[in-house]
């Protein structure tokens, strides 16, 4: 009887559903969640603001079907809006299923669209649903980018220069970003000068559909090479150069070897260095742009975006 009367009360108010979804992703945006880093985009729109304006759309037409327009058609078009948006969600269902990482604002607010699914379903045939579902699949299947960094077992991350140094640099950057790979060199040379006296680290951030798997390439050679930062300089010169002609990981890994430069391929390993350092400290630095650099100095963090701000922040250190 309760449950009857829950579902009985939803369908007087399915506007409610939608908001919670929207509420879903917002929270999730901001409490910066444990969760594995999932990112991933529909039609190159960012899915978070995908999601938002897709139920934003879906709370308007059931506010304006619950109060203005009680037409039978307009219920209809909106049921077959969220059959083809199941679809969508299947798929992605299917992409954390199979990295095996799973984000609990996606699932949460997953979970809630289906209900309104269900509520709505009625409204439409068996297999006009079934055929709008299919589509929803083939779109999202042809439309979504994603990439993810799952949760492993702790791991050690790549450093370089002096451990113990009171100076820390991070240097976030995308091997397919432009000017990160036009100050490549300059900064290269800037951080040998103060590689005594500094401990410097690279996270790179995935910005780019391909920038995980240039990302990983780096660490398979850190595996061999360790704490080398010649060999660092070297290895991320040749990515930064591959990057520009988008050649794929495959192609990149041998142009390497062919090169006299050691990999050792651990997928696992390196995304649990992906997991541990880079995402964490994507987060803590709040970086969505790259070039950047932050500066750890004294208890004091000071970031600098952009490749004449990085630069200058650079050679303003090396002069102190």
């Not at 969600?89 to 699932?107: A, D, G, R, T, W």
């Not at 005594?196 to 910005?207: E, H, S, T, Y």
């Not at 704490?227 to 050649?247: G, Q, S």
Request: aromatic letters at 12%.
């Amino acid at each position: 009887m309760n449950a009857t009367r829950v579902v009985s009360g939803l369908q007087k108010r399915l506007w409610i559903l939608p908001v919670l979804c929207i509420l879903t992703i917002i929270i999730g945006q901001l409490c910066a969640a444990k969760c594995a880093y999932i990112q991933g985009d529909i039609l190159g729109i960012d899915l978070n603001i995908f999601g938002i304006l897709f139920y934003s759309l879906l709370l308007v037409s059931l506010l304006v079907y619950r109060n203005f327009y009680t037409k039978d058609w307009l219920i209809k078009v909106i049921a077959a809006v969220v059959a083809v948006g199941v679809g969508a969600e299947l798929i992605l269902i299917k992409f954390q299923v199979e990295n095996s990482v799973y984000c609990p604002k996606c699932l949460i607010s997953g979970f809630f669209f289906l209900v309104l699914f269900f509520l709505l379903a009625r409204h439409l045939g068996k297999w006009v649903i079934i055929l709008l579902i299919v589509a929803g699949l083939l779109f999202t299947s042809f439309t979504f980018n994603g990439s993810v960094i799952p949760s492993y077992a702790d791991e050690a991350y790549p450093q370089f220069g002096a451990d113990k140094a009171a100076i820390e640099l991070i240097v976030y950057s995308d091997y397919f970003c432009l000017y990160c790979r036009r100050i490549d060199q300059q900064t290269n040379i800037i951080l040998s000068k103060i590689k005594k006296r500094a401990r410097i680290l690279f996270v790179d951030v995935p910005l780019h559909p391909q920038s995980l798997d240039y990302s990983e390439i780096f660490l398979y050679t850190w595996f061999v090479s360790g704490n080398n930062l010649e060999n660092a300089f070297l290895v991320r010169e040749l990515l930064f150069d591959l990057a520009a002609k988008k050649t794929d990981q495959t192609r990149v890994i041998a142009l390497l070897k062919s090169k006299g430069i050691q990999l050792s391929i651990d997928r696992e390993r390196a995304r649990s260095i992906f997991r541990r350092f880079y995402n964490e400290s994507i987060k803590t630095d709040k970086v969505s742009a790259t070039p950047t650099v932050v500066i750890v100095r004294g208890g004091e963090r000071k970031k600098y975006v952009g490749a004449k701000a990085v630069l200058k922040a650079l050679e303003e250190l090396l002069s102190t």
